[in-house]
Every structure is written in structure tokens, then in C-alpha cells.
């Protein structure tokens, strides 16, 4: 007998034990006589299910979650390979409401495919986009882009389309697309998952850029701490080239040459920002440039270039398969197409939510996330990574939007969602925040540089009591200063964790006695 | 480390664009870390200044100019960890070694590193191990890793 089952090669699933998982299933199907054929896919997004594995049966996949290697014997006794029943036994997980309640276009393959089998990708929708952009021309891919309401994905939202319009306009000759993989906003997961999980989106999504304002070379600049990314991107660019035509010299026939390499960083939260990303492309410190000129116009080895998030470039061959229409239809007010969440922190059922913008945040954390992972109330929430705000429970039904999130004083970044318990001190976390800017400033500006430095140190001498209204007006006045005196969102955004710390948790800067 | 090693390294990127970071990656890969003579040659086989490469050497948190211990653990100290109760396991880790982050343990067995992130938010606190994930960590998890690896030399 010979059975297919899936399980996970997602660093996340793997994190959770997903490799003995498989080895003891493999093993202990040979001890009874039937051979495993193991298949590695991605993640489907629920961490909390993790391992997740899914046998294949006539009736379809069947999904059982979380499989450790200890769990392994017992269901294959009670017929793991048949389907059967067990306490473990999750059914077509496709129709669990943790999933089927999402919208997944970006994620569309994410979990349901081997992430190398180019044919399983094609079958899948794959390479349609980038089929319709040759067809298109150009403008007019760049029109569909517009059109859709795309924006960055990365953090700061501006119209992709506009980006990909300005270097479209430069004149012809050397022009690079860039991929940020840098993802280093804690709380955010979703570019590792779709390079590990699906990577020939990327590299379509990369490619329908390089025609569309005539880009013959990409690099992905990945950061160092993502080493099964790597690898899996690698693997996916040489089965592109080696499939004929779908990277170099001819792409799809079309006479037209892409190439792409990955750039490993080299651990500097700072190299997710644009210029500074540039810089180290380039091989250099990654400090950051002066703007004007824009990347567009003037930006990786001085030629005009495209930079633009993993889950950005994602998303394109989906808007190019099913049109711009198609995918504006999701979403609301200026916020068009789905988002997808991460829900990371102190939570139950942690995982990637992929939907349409407009979903609460309480939404989120309860529906999705089931509240907290020990079970005491969610008191704070931080959004958009280290220099997101901090969101008190009166902020709860904030619509997960741009310019709601602006509303408020918040951001929604690269997604990312961290929930805190009762039991967080946020005058630690306002503390960690400037710590965390001193730590990873590239030292270019004196408000960011020195600024944050002094910033730590206030609030640990408030935390010891010290001096505190007096500590606490100097991190008001340095925040000021930062805000308004810095040269990139490092030094410019950290105030945001810090203030909003201040203003909706004061009294934890008070003496509030920590846990109570 | 031997010079005609680093410029074997050099020859191989030296046709790329912005080769620096790709040749210091592959050191580090070759001997464990950057070592001060390999800067040097490193500047000499790009043409670039040795004060050009030291300073991308001491920019980027990843390069080390002294080796590593025979096993290296990164535990994340970033936010989505902290929620989870990381900051203990980060206590946990640097008590256990009886090391701070950034130190290597007497005998060399063990670097200690802190980490922002590793993408492992959803099933945090996470660390890594010789490059190696895992999530959910408790100190009891941690203490069965570092015996594992303790054991393996
Ligand atoms: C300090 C800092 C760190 C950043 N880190 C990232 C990152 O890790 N990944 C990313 O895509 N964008 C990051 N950004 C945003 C980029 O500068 C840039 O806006 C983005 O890559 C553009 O792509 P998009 O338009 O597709 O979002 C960061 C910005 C700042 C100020
Ligand atoms: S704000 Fe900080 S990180 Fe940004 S350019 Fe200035 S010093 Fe560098
Ligand atoms: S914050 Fe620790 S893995 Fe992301």
C-alpha cells in the first residue's frame, strides 16, 4: 500500500516539531507495511494547528492537527492513513471556519501546493498573470495595477501602480526591480510564509514588473534570519530558468529577458527601509539616503528602480489574471483588496488571516484569534510592527483600514497584530521601544542616534521611580524631536509606540505594581 | 584562515555587482567569522579601502570579527516573544549558560545571541539553534535543546 501524505516544510510548522512528526509517521506506516509518501507543502496559516498534516484519501485531503511525533502511533492505529476518525482528525480543512471564513487571493496556493512543483503552481492559476501582462503591454499592465487600488504592502501603503508609473516614464536602459524580503517587524510572518509556501508567485509577481517598465534584472534582498526562505527561492528561480522561458533571456516567448538573484542582509532591522536596502544591495552600510532622488527615478546602482514588499509583488499576478476590477471589489474606502493579517503574541490561535480590508480589531483577536493564549484579558494590542502603536481595548472596533488606523494615531504597517495580556508593563514596553531604536539606528541623524539612547534610559528611571514627572516631560520632548527631526521612519516612527504607551497606559508609568 | 582562501572567495563574486556582503557571507561560512587579516585581503581582491570594508563589517549585527562557540543560540527578544512570555526564557537561557547575550561560554561550547524576529511570531517565544527553529519555547524545552547539543560536543 502507498499513501500521500502532507506535511508542513514551513519554518513555522517545523519550529512546532513538523520534521519528527513526519519521520515518525514515515517509520512507524513502514513498521505496519504501508509506505508514506511524504509531500512537504507550506503552511496553511494555522499556527495553532501546527504540525498540520493531511492525508490523502479518495474522498480528498483530510486534515489532522496538531500531529506531534508522540501522537504519530495512536493514529495510525485508529487509521490515520484511511482518513478515519481520532480526537485529532480536523475533515477537509479547507471548510474549517478558521479558513473558510477568509478571503485568500495572494495566499490562494499557499499550503495546498508543493511550493516547487512549477506544474501544481501552472494548474493552480500560476504564470496566467504574467500571460496577460505580455498581452497587455506595459501601460496597460501598469494601468491594471493602478486600477486595482494596490498598495505597498510593506508599510507605508503608497499606490503601487504611481511607483511602477514613474519608472515606467524613465527613459529606456538599466532599470531594477527590488523586492524587500527584509520583514523585520516583530508580529509579521506573512512574506517568510509566501516565499517558503508559494515562491513562483513571487517570481511571477517580480517578472510582470520587470516588463512592465521594462526591468531586464531583480534581486530579492532577504533577510539572514529566514535561511529556509533561502533556500526554497533559490530552488524556485532555478526551476524558472530551467523550465524554459519563465526567467531569462526569452520570457514566456515573449523575447523579452528577466533574471533575478537573492541577496542575503546581514541582521539590520534598518535595511528594510528603502534607501538603506539600496545601500546594502549595493554592498554597503545600510544608511539611509537623502530623498529626493526617489528610488523610482534614481536607486539601485544610481539606475531607476522598483522597491516594493514580497506580499506587494504577490499580489500582482493575481490582479492580472482576474483583473484590476476583480480585486478592487474587496476592501473599502481608499483600503481595496484583502490584507493579510498576522496575529502573533499572546493569543489562542495564532495564525495568517487573509480578507478583505475592514475587519475589527476585535474582530480579529477574538473570532479568529480566540482571545488570549493565557487566557487573562487582552489589555494592548501593538499593529504594524516595533514602531506601531500600542492600542488600548477602547480602540478594539477600529476597522483594520489605512485611514482608519491613521484616525487614531496607529498604523497598520506590514500587518502585523501582537496581542499583550493583563500582565504586560507598558512602560517596559515604551522603554524596549527606544532601546530597540538605539539598538538598530544607522547612526546617520542625532535625534534617532542619541535621542533614543536618553529615551531608555528616562523611562528606566522612571520605572525606578526616579525623578518622574521630570523623566517623564523629557521623553515627551524627545519624542518631539524625533518625530520631527529625523531623517527615515526609524527615529520618526518610534515616538509612536512610546506616546501611545504613554497616553492610553499612564498609569503604568504611575507605579502601577506590574500583573495586578 | 589563509589569504590565498579569502581571494579564492573574492575571485568567485568579484564579477557581481556590489559583491562586499555576498564575499562576507561566504568568509563568515568558511571560517566562523571575519577575521581581521581576512579585511585586508578582502579590500585589496575588491579594491576597495580597508576602512570601507571594516565599516560594513562592524555595521551589520550578523558579522563577527571572533568565532562563534560550537553551538549558537538565538533567542528573540522582540516584541510578539516578549507577550509570550519570552523575557523568561531570555533569563532562562543567559542564567543557564551562566552568559549574557553577545558572550560565548569558557569551555566554547555555547554563544548566547538576541535576536529581533525570526518570523516565528505565531507560536512564540522562539529561538533558533544552530540553525535550527523552535517555537513555544519554555525553559523546560530550552534545557532539553542545550543537553541535546551539549551532548553532541
Ligand atoms: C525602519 C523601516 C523599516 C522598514 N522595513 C521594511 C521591511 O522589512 N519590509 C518592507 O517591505 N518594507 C519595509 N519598510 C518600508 C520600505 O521603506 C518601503 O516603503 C517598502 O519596501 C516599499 O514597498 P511597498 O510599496 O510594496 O510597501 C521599512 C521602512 C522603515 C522606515
Ligand atoms: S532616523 Fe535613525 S535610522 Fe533613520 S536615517 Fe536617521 S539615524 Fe538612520
Ligand atoms: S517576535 Fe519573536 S519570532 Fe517574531
Redesign the pocket.
Known amino acids: 500500500m502507498n499513501v500521500t501524505v502532507w506535511v508542513p516544510g514551513d519554518a513555522g510548522a517545523l519550529a512546532l516539531g513538523a520534521q519528527a512528526t513526519a519521520q515518525a509517521l514515515v517509520a512507524g506506516a513502514r513498521a505496519a507495511g504501508t509506505e508514506v509518501r511524504l509531500r512537504r507543502n507550506g503552511s496553511r496559516g494555522l499556527y495553532w494547528l501546527e504540525p498540520l498534516i493531511e492525508v490523502e484519501t479518495p474522498a480528498g485531503r483530510v486534515a489532522y492537527g496538531p500531529v506531534r511525533a508522540s501522537d504519530v502511533p495512536a493514529l495510525l492505529a485508529s487509521g490515520l492513513l484511511d482518513g478515519r476518525a481520532h480526537p485529532l482528525r480536523l475533515g477537509d480543512i479547507e471548510q474549517h471556519p478558521w479558513l473558510a471564513t477568509q478571503q485568500r487571493l495572494t495566499f490562494a496556493r499557499v499550503g495546498r501546493i508543493d511550493p516547487l512543483d512549477l506544474a501544481a503552481f501552472r494548474a493552480a492559476g500560476g504564470y496566467r498573470g504574467l500571460a496577460r501582462a505580455l498581452e497587455l503591454g506595459p501601460e496597460a499592465t501598469v494601468n491594471e495595477v493602478l486600477e486595482s487600488g494596490l498598495?505597498?504592502?510593506?508599510?507605508?501603503?503608497?499606490p503601487?501602480g504611481i511607483?511602477w508609473q514613474t519608472v515606467l516614464r524613465q527613459p529606456p536602459g538599466r532599470k531594477y526591480i527590488t523586492c524587500?524580503?527584509?520583514?523585520?517587524?516583530s508580529g509579521t510572518y506573512s512574506?517568510r510564509m509566501l516565499m517558503e509556501g508559494d515562491p513562483f508567485t513571487l517570481i511571477e509577481g517580480m517578472t510582470i514588473a520587470g516588463v512592465a517598465v521594462g526591468a531586464t534584472r531583480g534581486y530579492i534582498y532577504l533577510r539572514v534570519e529566514y535561511p529556509h526562505a533561502f533556500r526554497v527561492l533559490n530552488a524556485a528561480i532555478a526551476k524558472a530558468r530551467e523550465a524554459g522561458g519563465l526567467l531569462g533571456a526569452d520570457v514566456m516567448g515573449s523575447g523579452l529577458a528577466f533574471d533575478l538573484e537573492v541577496r542575503l542582509g546581514a541582521g539590520a532591522?534598518?535595511c528594510?527601509?528603502?534607501t538603506s536596502?539600496l545601500e546594502s544591495l549595493e554592498g554597503r552600510r545600510g544608511e539611509v539616503r537623502v530623498r529626493p532622488p526617489l528610488p523610482a527615478e534614481k536607486g539601485l546602482f544610481g539606475a531607476p528602480t522598483i522597491?516594493?514588499?514580497?506580499i506587494?509583488?504577490a499580489t500582482v499576478p493575481t490582479i492580472l489574471a482576474n483583473g484590476a476590477t476583480a480585486y478592487k471589489d474587496y476592501g473599502q474606502a481608499r483600503s481595496r483588496g484583502t490584507l493579510p493579517l498576522q496575529l502573533a503574541g499572546n493569543i489562542r490561535r495564532g495564525g495568517l488571516v487573509e480578507r478583505a480590508f475592514g475587519l475589527t480589531v476585535r474582530e480579529l483577536l477574538e473570532d479568529y484569534g480566540g482571545g488570549s493564549m493565557s487566557g487573562r484579558p487582552i489589555r494592548a494590542v501593538q499593529i504594524g510592527g516595533p514602531?506601531g502603536a500600542y492600542l488600548p481595548v477602547s480602540q478594539f472596533d477600529t476597522p483594520l483600514e489605512y485611514e482608519a488606523l491613521s484616525a487614531i494615531g496607529a498604523l497598520l504597517g506590514?500587518g502585523g497584530v501582537v496581542a499583550f495580556d493583563d500582565t504586560v508593563d507598558m512602560l517596559e514596553m515604551a522603554r524596549y521601544a527606544m532601546e530597540f531604536c538605539a539598538i538598530e539606528s544607522c547612526g546617520k541623524c542625532t535625534p534617532c542616534r542619541i535621542g533614543s539612547v536618553r529615551g531608555a534610559e528616562a523611562l528606566a528611571a522612571v520605572g525606578r521611580g526616579e525623578d518622574r514627572d521630570r523623566q517623564l516631560a523629557l521623553v515627551e520632548e524627545l519624542c518631539d524631536t524625533m518625530l520631527n527631526a529625523s531623517l527615515?521612519?526609524?527615529g520618526g516612527?518610534t515616538p509612536f509606540p512610546v506616546q501611545s504607551a504613554m497616553k492610553h497606559f499612564a498609569e503604568d508609568f504611575r507605579g502601577r505594581t506590574r500583573g495586578g | 584562515m589563509n589569504e590565498q582562501s579569502i581571494l579564492a572567495i573574492v575571485e568567485r563574486h568579484r564579477h557581481r555587482d556590489g559583491p562586499l556582503i555576498e564575499v562576507l557571507h561566504e568568509v563568515q561560512e568558511q571560517f566562523g567569522c571575519i577575521p581581521a587579516g581576512a579585511v585586508a585581503a578582502i579590500a585589496r581582491g575588491l579594491n576597495l579601502s580597508r576602512a570601507e570594508v571594516h565599516g560594513v563589517v562592524s555595521f551589520y549585527h550578523h558579522f563577527r570579527t571572533r568565532p562563534a562557540g560550537r553551538h549558537l543560540l538565538q533567542v528573540c527578544r522582540a516584541e510578539s516573544c516578549q507577550a509570550a512570555g519570552g523575557r523568561a526564557i531570555e533569563a532562562h537561557a543567559k542564567q543557564r549558560l551562566g552568559i549574557d547575550f553577545g558572550q560565548t561560554t569558557a569551555d566554547g561550547r555555547f554563544t548566547l545571541e538576541a535576536v529581533y524576529c525570526l518570523g516565528l511570531c505565531a507560536c512564540s517565544p522562539a529561538a533558533m539553534l544552530d540553525h535550527e527553529v523552535h517555537g513555544r519555547v519554555t525553559r523546560e524545552s530550552l534545557d532539553a535543546l542545550v543537553d541535546a547539543a551539549a551532548k553532541a560536543g
Open positions: 498598495r505597498g504592502r510593506g508599510g507605508a501603503a503608497f503601487t511607483k524587500n524580503a527584509d520583514e523585520g517587524d512574506d532591522y534598518i528594510g527601509e528603502e536596502m522597491v516594493n514588499n514580497v506587494t509583488l514602531l506590514h527615515c521612519g526609524l516612527m
